[in-house]
Structures are given as structure tokens and as C-alpha cells.
């Protein structure tokens, strides 16, 4: 199907490549990459993201193993780690190269049981440790039972070993923190001691990777940094911005003293208003929280509030003061700090406004 929506969000490849080497100083020359592009990439296109860093990483991770697979069927070849692989879709894993993390016995279990019916040989999966994000995870405790069934297969290969840091972006929790990284060393001396291999090892993720760089142990994960967005202002300035959303002006209206602006009559004109109705809306991940002048668009470098509630496939602003025309540019957004206010207004995190973008709204690379 073509989308001809006139709604479009760019990426852009060079600033994609900035982040990546932004992020590739902070490491020691011999620390791997892996780039997550899970919820198409943080809400961009994963594939294209791929695309653009392939020949600059080691490895990708995706959330759920449909997301892996579009990647394969998009050429890539460079190893992907699945992080929420389920039993129904392990055959799937299998058949498209994808490597599962085996998180609990279920799933470990069900993986060794297909390596052997299969037969696979050294098949290349990780296992996760939880070291107190409480989410998914082995604990400690599971350490002899699993080294114990590994030794009893050569059907699989463990690639890697890693946990999750619970609040590496807050210097308050630095104690939790250097706990979950100490505990994670611990727990990979044992498994070291008793495998008879040293599978690699990797914790940080992006806030992890500017906090704790003592912490790079072989790999680490590079997430919302990619995108344009470090752990603080600071960090952030360093990084370019990956996304823009566009949209053009379809209409615009002039609404007298007394008339009133969208559903619910929300907003009520005090003086002659000219308002310009633009084709995004919460379909395409616009929070409603954004309407009532909390959010704005840019139309000729003006800033233009978000008049009434927003719907769901249109907006309208106010551009009394603004010159414009039917057929108008409008940037939603183009740099991360826009992102970030309008997180703030939504009372949420960067991560939102961005993976809530609909994949109605057309992607577009620019190289």
C-alpha cells in the first residue's frame, strides 16, 4: 500500500551516525555495541535504522521475536538478540537466526528441549540475570541448575550473559546501582567457574553507558542515546536530533468572538481568531493532554498553540499572528527539546512521544 499521508516523520541517517560515534568515544576500542531498535526503533523505522548502523555495530536487539524476523526479511544479517522471546514463537526464532533470551526455566527449558529435537549445534542463546529490576530475569540461585544443563548439551552455545540497570540515569541510586553491577560480576565469576567457557557479558544501557563506563565489561546497549537523547540536558546538547515530524496546514478558519474550536466546544474565541487545522491527531500519537494551548507547532519558525481538543486525526492552532496559507510546512517537532517539553506537559518521558508515533504517519530517511 503507498502512503500518501501528508503527515511525515524524517529520520536522519547523519545524526543517527553522530549518536552512534558520540556514544562510541565514551568505550574502550575493544567494548562491543548493541544497538536496541525495538517499537521500530523507538518509534522511527527499525529496518532503515538498522540499515544505517549496521557496518558499526556488533549486534541489534528487539523486543518480540516479529520484530527480529522484519529485520531479516529486510536483509540485515548482523546478530539479533530477541529480549521477550515467547515458547509459541521459539520454532520461529530458530528458522530466521534470531537469539533468544532465556530468562526463566519455562523458556530455557522449551529452548533446550527444540535444540534437541531439532538437533541444533551450538545454537547461540543469551540468559538474563535479574539483579533487582524485578522483571524478567534468573536469580543467583538459579546459577548451579542452569550450568548444570548446559553441560549436559552441545546443542546450544550461551553467546552472552547480561542484566538490567533499575535507575542508572539517577545519581541518588548510585549505591543501588554499583550493588546491580557488582552482583551481576558475582553471579558471571560463577557461572565462569563451572561452564568451562566465558560466554561475553554486557549491563549498561545508554544512561549506563555516561555513569558507569568502569561498567563496559565486554558489550554494552545503546537505546534512546541513538536517537538523540542522553541521561540529562547536558548530555542531550551533545546529541542531534534523529526526529521530525511535518505535517502541512489542510484549512484555515476564521472564528469570531463567541464561536468556538473543536469537540466539546473546549475552546471559545474572546476576539476575531484565525485557526489552522492540521492533519495529525491522537491516532498518530498527539496526546489529548496536548490541546488547550499545553501544546504547540511551529509554522514559519512561529510558535502556534494547539487550540481545543485535540482529535483524533486533526489538530487546529491558533495563527492569528502568524503568515501562513493553506498548504503551509508545519513542524510538530524537529529538535529534542520540543520532545521533552511536550513529555513534560504529558506527564510522561521522551520514550512515549516518540514510540506512540502512529505507523500511519509516513517514515522517510534522509541520508
Given amino acids: 500500500m503507498n502512503n500518501n499521508h501528508v503527515t511525515v516523520l524524517e529520520i536522519d541517517a547523519k545524526a543517527v551516525l553522530h549518536n552512534l560515534a558520540y556514544f562510541k568515544q565514551k568505550l574502550q576500542p575493544t567494548t562491543k555495541i548493541l544497538v536496541v531498535v525495538k517499537a521500530f526503533g523507538y518509534g522511527s523505522e527499525s529496518t532503515e535504522i538498522a540499515k544505517i548502523v549496521q557496518d558499526h555495530v556488533d549486534y541489534f536487539a528487539v523486543a518480540y521475536s516479529n520484530e527480529g524476523i522484519a529485520l531479516r526479511e529486510a536483509g540485515i544479517t548482523t546478530p539479533i538478540l530477541v529480549l521477550n522471546p515467547q515458547i509459541q514463537n521459539l520454532k520461529d526464532i530458530v528458522k530466521y537466526r534470531l537469539e533468544p533470551n532465556l530468562y526463566s526455566f519455562k523458556i530455557f527449558d522449551a529452548f533446550l528441549k527444540l535444540a534437541d529435537e531439532e538437533p541444533l549445534m551450538n545454537y547461540p542463546i543469551h540468559l538474563k540475570f535479574n539483579t533487582g529490576l524485578n522483571r524478567v530475569g534468573f536469580w543467583h540461585t538459579d546459577v548451579p541448575t542452569i550450568v548444570a544443563e548446559l553441560k549436559k548439551s552441545n546443542n546450544v552455545k550461551v553467546e552472552s550473559m547480561f542484566s538490567h540497570l533499575a535507575a542508572s540515569e539517577d545519581l541518588n541510586e548510585q549505591e543501588f546501582t554499583t550493588g546491580q553491577i557488582n552482583n551481576f560480576a558475582y553471579i558471571v565469576k560463577q557461572v565462569y567457574e563451572h561452564l568451562g567457557y566465558q560466554p561475553m557479558i554486557h549491563i549498561l544501557n545508554t544512561s549506563g553507558i555516561i555513569n558507569y563506563p568502569q561498567a563496559q565489561f565486554d558489550m554494552v546497549r545503546l537505546g534512546i542515546g541513538l536517537y538523540g537523547f542522553g541521561n540529562d540536558e547536558q548530555e542531550t546538547t551533545q546529541l542531534k536530533n534523529t526526529h521530525t515530524l511535518k505535517s502541512i496546514i489542510s484549512q484555515i478558519n476564521i ?23 492540521i492533519p495529525i491527531g491522537h491516532a498518530d500519537g ?35 499572528k502568524i503568515d501562513c496559507n493553506e498548504g503551509d510546512e508545519v513542524i510538530i517537532f524537529n529538535h529534542q527539546q520540543h520532545v521533552e517539553y511536550m513529555a513534560h506537559k504529558c506527564e510522561t518521558i521522551s520514550y512515549e512521544i516518540l514510540t506512540a508515533l502512529s505507523q500511519r504517519i509516513k517514515r522517510l530517511v534522509k541520508h
Fill in 255 to 277: 472564528v469570531q468572538p463567541g464561536e468556538t474550536v473543536g469537540y466539546n466546544r473546549a475552546f471559545v474565541a474572546s476576539q476575531p481568531t484565525r485557526s489552522a487545522t
Fill in 286 to 320: 498527539i496526546s489529548r493532554k496536548l490541546g488547550n494551548k499545553n501544546g504547540f507547532v511551529f509554522i514559519n519558525n512561529q510558535p502556534a498553540p494547539i487550540i481545543g481538543n485535540v482529535c483524533m486525526d486533526m489538530i487546529m492552532v491558533d495563527v492569528t
